[in-house]
């Protein structure tokens, strides 16, 4: 008896000691031969962390869950952070292979990754809202969101987060241009579901080609496809539905495959103009090859449900009857980002402007990333009078060459373009230039004024380019940002950024630096153009399986990475799938 006692003293003491435990309860029930076990623990969940702990926390908002957004929830590490993430879609897509989702060659489930898969796994306070922002309020620091699926918990469709940190990561849509007719007749290719869409409405044309009470020109206008847009995403889905139609669906419609027709139309007088001129000229005589009606320097003006106007540069117009019409000519503003560009003086901005570390302009508690911005790089020439006078160290009013070299790795760090323009004139450094500046003088002789030392860079200036909106600047600002946050503390005592030629000290973080790591354009019939750092370029079978082994290598998980190269090993068996789902 008292043995009995004793254990059920040493229980009660160890409930009443770790109160967690109360929480684990095991119900055994046998009825006919089944046992039943129901348990709550920690394991794989996230705590609800209580308004004290939380106030102590810096809330950090992200906007999106793209490229940018996802990149930056799967890199951060700083566990002193309350971050909240608001998005309208509840997963990651890849969405480079979203025109592989177009034609079956790729599941849509296969390229996605929950978004509370990712967040789960790191080891600090991530929660998730599926949820629109449909306002940010800079001044009091308050997202405003709508709930995509009806109303939240307390029977509102909208309500509001407040951040002390806000990253706006949103990503963009389509541009039309205002053209008429585009938003109402045309099929877009940024999200999963309009990939699907398009995999829908291409098995749409076909059978209603097939119906028999039709005309021949009927169904040759059923089965014209349209593409416009001859950048990546347009020449990969013309290529991918040339595929499509000419290795499964002509096998399934014999009747009508005589009738099918693409066509690629593209305002500017080359698609692919911002690859090599080899793989612009390959792939325009590859799709000519095929049967690709490709129309260089055309550009649509209307839009109807059965025709689309186009314009030549001789002035001359014609119209396009057609079934399905794809567009992907650029990107937009989302009217959120709009309206915030409003708010901090950027209306007449096509994107949102950032500083070199991704901090929106106006606003020292805000960044920005992706496609929904651009950096908007410093000119060296609105800077020249200060980086003189911070040359300048003895103050004699010439700058000598030992002083020059002293800052010249600051004055690239924080100025690429000056590195790009040495690099484009082949010099070693900036001493280089100011010696050829001065018309090729002994180095030791070399003294500038303030008048000599702007002439010498005057031209740097011409080097600045615009980051492209890809994936790849996306995930890579994404990364930087996070490890700005996990290092925010380190760096704000012992700054690493270059000299502040307008102010004293350091900057805290090294500006952000795309590395570009190549890229690629599927070009149908197994052959794929490959670009890589170096002028290397590559064209054929061999490239198209260096990018079935990057694109298997950069999916966000072992799950979705096996079952993108399950999808690739069943289309190589079965063929493409057609059924209408």
Known sequence: MRTSTTLLDRFSRAFHDHPSLAKLVVLFTVSGGGLVAYAEANSGTQAIVPVEAESKKKRVVVLGTGWAGTSFLRNIKNSSYDVQIVSPRNYFAFTPLLPSVTCGTVEARSIVEPIRNIVRKKNMDIRFWEAECVKIDAENKKVYCRTSNGTNLNGKEEFVVDYDYLVIAIGARSNTFNIPGVEENCKFLKEVEDAQEIRRSVIDCFERASLPNLSDEERKRILHFVIVGGGPTGVEFAAELYDFVNEDLVKLYPRVKELVNITLLEAADHILNMFDKRITKFAETKFRRDGINLKTGSMVVKVTDKEISTKEKTGETSSIPYGMAVWSTGIGQRPVVRDFMKQVGQANRRALATDEWLRVEGCD??????????????????????IF?????????????????????????????????????????????????????????????????????????????????????????????????????????????????????????????????????????????????????????????????????????????????????????????????
């Open 365 to 386: 508690s805000i960044y920005a990333l992706g496609d929904c911005a651009t950096i908007n790089q410093r000119k060296v020439m609105e800077d020249i009078a200060a």
């Open 389 to 581: 006078s911070k040359a300048d160290k003895d103050n004699s009013g010439t700058l000598t060459a030992k002083e020059a070299r002293e800052v010249i790795a600051d004055i690239c760090e924080r100025y690429p373009q000056v590195e790009l323009y040495l690099k484009n004139k082949k010099l070693g450094d900036i001493v280089d230039l100011l010696k050829e500046s001065k018309g090729d003088v002994e180095e030791e002789s070399i003294e500038l004024d303030i008048a000599e030392f702007t002439s010498a860079l005057s031209q740097v200036d011409s080097q600045m380019k615009n980051l492209p909106a890809t994936a790849q600047v996306a995930a890579q600002q994404g990364a930087y940002l996070a490890d700005c946050f996990t290092r925010m503390e380190e760096c704000e005592k012992n700054p690493e950024g270059p000299l502040r030629f307008r102010g004293e000290g350091r900057h805290r973080f090294r500006p952000f630096r795309y590395k570009h790591l190549g890229q690629f354009a599927p070009l149908g019939g197994e052959q794929t153009a490959a670009q890589l750092p170096g002028d290397w370029v590559s064209i054929g079978h061999s490239s198209q399986w260096l990018w079935y082994s990057v694109y298997a290598s950069k999916q966000v998980s072992w799950r979705t990475r096996m079952l993108v190269i399950s999808d690739w090993t069943r289309r190589f068996v079965f063929g493409r799938d057609s059924s209408r789902i």
